[in-house]
């Protein structure tokens, strides 16, 4: 298992996202700086052995169906896109990624890798661009319309100032005559 944990810890110093490796009893058993600084300082001295669903509620997880059980149980990579997830201690709720993978140390023991991208930010941005789009959109049909009618308006004119012109071009020839 040590030989299992070191090659993660290896693999894991160039990541930038947080991981976390569980136990199939879903304890965190091993963690990288980022994922430690999703918490506060008295919470991140206690991470080590807490179970990651008491720390890490993600939406997918639901009483006893974690993630990283259900990731080891299946024996399959799993990944889940701008899920909701509560981190303990905190009031709101962060959009995250999540992906998770069974690895089997060389004991036979199995563990889950989990990593976890938070990108609150970026789904927030996302969000408000996709509603300034759908407001830009409207008001360009609105504007469209607009000028819709106000050439119709237009055309309209156009035609009265002719009809105008022709009857006091005929008035005119009357005068004359």
Partial sequence: ???????????????VDPWVVVDANANLIEYNAHFRALFSRQQARNLQGRPCCN?????VCDGDQCLAKQCLAE???VRYDEIPAAFDGEAGVRQVIVSATPLRAEDGTEICFML????SDAATVQRKYKSMLEQETK??????EEIRRKTKELMDTNTELNRTQKELMRFKKGLLA
């Fill in 1 to 15: 298992m040590e030989s299992l944990l070191a090659q993660i810890r290896a693999i894991g110093a160039v990541a």
């Fill in 55 to 59: 720390l890490l509620k993600l939406s």
């Fill in 75 to 77: 024996g399959q990579p």
């Fill in 116 to 119: 976890v991208r938070d990108v």
């Fill in 139 to 144: 008001e360009k049909e609105r504007l469209r």
